[in-house]
């Protein structure tokens, strides 16, 4: 069926598209590229995260297509998944953070202030021993550990989320927090003897 001059261009993309066309996915993204990373580097404000969030915003349109009512309002809807995906990646982001100066302040041992200038490299490893320390607490004990810690959360809050009694909240926070005691531990010892 030929097109008329008022129709979308892409509106045949977007059918076989929903139809299961592989090819019209890469199609849309030669065409239409650009413009959603614009969309995700307004939110994002850096070019180092743009082409992650970019590549879950085309699966997740690749994926989610079916569910367009009316496939003519694809670009208003390709649009709220880029700025949703990217005003998430930000709160991700925001998270990690928070996370890292709540450990900071629960576990990290804080030397005086010195004008060092590898200070900066200094608070980055710890940084990333942080997380990585977080990241090997047993999942069941790390989740009601980041929602109290990160999300500040109250123990009721996190019990009706995770669908677990307020007690047993408490008892996961004890126990992740003793796992993270541990780690951070053995963490320390690990790295003293290795400079002996």
Same mark, same amino acid.
């Given at each position: ?23 019209? $996915? ?11 990373? +614009?969309?995700?580097?307004?939110? $994002?404000?850096?070019? #180092? ?8 915003? *085309?699966?997740?349109? *690749?994926? &989610? ?36 100066? +709540? ?35 047993? #999942? ?37 927090? &003793? ?13 003293? $003897?290795?400079?002996?």
């Amino acid at each position: 069926m030929p097109l008329t001059r008022n129709e979308d261009p892409d509106q045949v993309l977007i059918q076989s598209l929903v139809e299961g066309d592989g090819e019209a $996915l890469m199609a849309l993204v030669r065409r239409h590229g650009r413009w959603v990373r +614009g969309v995700l580097f307004g939110v $994002l404000g850096t070019v #180092e995260d743009v082409e992650d969030v970019e590549q879950q915003v *085309w699966l997740a349109f *690749w994926q &989610r297509c079916g569910e367009l009512d009316d496939t003519s309002r694809w670009r208003n809807w390709l649009y709220r998944m880029a700025r949703n995906a990217a005003i998430d990646a930000v709160r991700r982001s925001t998270r990690r953070r928070k996370l890292w100066q +709540g450990l900071k302040d629960l576990f990290v041992q804080h030397p005086a202030p010195q004008p060092r200038p590898d200070r900066n490299a200094i608070v980055q490893e710890e940084h990333q021993r942080a997380l990585a320390a977080v990241r090997r607490i047993p #999942e069941i004990y790390r989740e009601a550990f980041v929602l109290r810690h990160l999300e500040g959360m109250s123990y009721q809050q996190i019990a009706d989320l995770i669908g677990v009694a307020p007690e047993t909240v408490g008892t996961r926070l004890v126990r992740a927090r &003793r796992h993270l005691l541990r780690i951070l531990k053995a963490d320390r010892k690990d790295d003293s $003897l290795g400079t002996e």
